[in-house]
DNA sequence: TTCCATGTTCCGCA
DNA sequence: TTGCGGAACATGGA
């Protein structure tokens, strides 16, 4: 489930269990996932050191190493952390694994290996290059900086949400319960909202953001703790909607498939 | 067996 | 230039 609220979980995990402890050894299980460095530097970089703190930008996660370059992790769309103590609770897809003095280690698990690790030197250099736009739960990205990055845009309001470069962060779940929250059809031209809606959109994007890393995004009990009119415990064509007792509708927008109520969501709004 | 999946990138087309 | 749809990548579940 690897958006920015279940990275911001995996961090707060990373937080709690793997800071300020010695890296003894670092195994590379499956090459695939470096990026742009080799095992050797990845392990070379950690080994010896310990991570002293962690930072999110969008889907991304980065642990400075002994507040040098960083160790940057993107899960794709399967990954997930684990702290442990005994080898043989190692998960099964573990991909990248620090082996700490203490005893535990830490896991990267991917299953279908379209994350990436690496070793960041320059974390706004870094960025730059993957053109990424503000992220969707900074503090700094308010009201008013919203509404600049939407102005002048064209296309579907979900492609818009789900463009990393625009805004970083958002996937395609979390964009659909953004959009349900705000009463927007995923369809919606961006050029057809006025600042009232795009203002809402705001607000619905940091509500759930903020509620869904609360309840627990990345964790198996998310959905038991969602609260009860939100969409992701429906994400599925014919299940009902939270709101209305409508039926959920899944629909291609931008290659995903898209849910959403078309009764809590028409396409034309009167405003 | 076929289809689909929470992500990203590249390509062709409008 | 911008945006969209499709394909590709790797793996496994329905």
Redesign the pocket.
């Known amino acids: 489930?690897?958006?920015l609220p279940?990275v911001e979980n995996f961090k707060r995990y990373l937080d709690a269990t793997g800071l300020h402890q010695r890296i003894e050894n670092v195994a590379v299980l499956n090459a695939?996932i470096l990026h742009g460095c080799s095992g050797e530097t990845l392990s070379q970089a950690l080994t010896g050191h310990e991570l002293t703190g962690t930072h999110r930008h969008?889907?991304h996660l980065f642990a400075a190493i002994d507040d040098g370059p960083r160790l940057m992790l993107?899960f794709?769309?399967?990954g997930r952390l684990a702290y442990f103590k005994d080898l043989k609770d190692d998960p099964e897809h573990d991909r990248l694994r620090l082996d700490f003095a203490n005893g535990y280690h830490l896991a990267y698990v991917n299953?279908?290996?379209?994350g990436q690790a690496a070793i960041v030197e320059d974390l706004a250099q870094f960025v730059a290059e993957?053109e990424l736009g503000p992220d969707a739960f900074a503090n700094d990205l308010d009201e008013e900086a919203f509404q600049k990055l939407l102005a002048g845009?064209?296309?579907?309001v979900k492609?818009a949400l789900m463009d990393?470069s625009l805004i970083a962060g958002l996937?395609?779940?979390y964009s659909d319960e953004i959009l349900f929250k705000a009463h927007l059809h995923p369809k919606t031209p961006v050029n057809s909202l006025d600042r009232n809606v795009i203002a809402k959109l705001y607000r619905a994007m940091r509500e759930v953001l903020r509620v869904s890393i609360d309840s627990g995004a990345g964790s198996e009990e998310l959905f038991e703790r969602l609260p009860d009119d939100y969409l992701l415990p429906h994400r599925e064509e014919g299940d009902k909607c939270p709101v209305c007792d409508g039926e959920v509708q899944a629909i291609?927008?931008?290659?995903?498939?898209a849910y959403y109520c078309p009764a809590c969501q028409p396409l034309e709004r009167e405003k």
Do not use: C, I
Request: positive net charge; charged residues 30%.
């Open positions: 489930m690897p958006e279940d695939k969008g889907k993107h794709g769309m399967t299953q279908r290996l379209f993957q845009r064209r296309g579907q492609s990393q996937g395609n779940v291609k927008a931008s290659g995903r498939t």
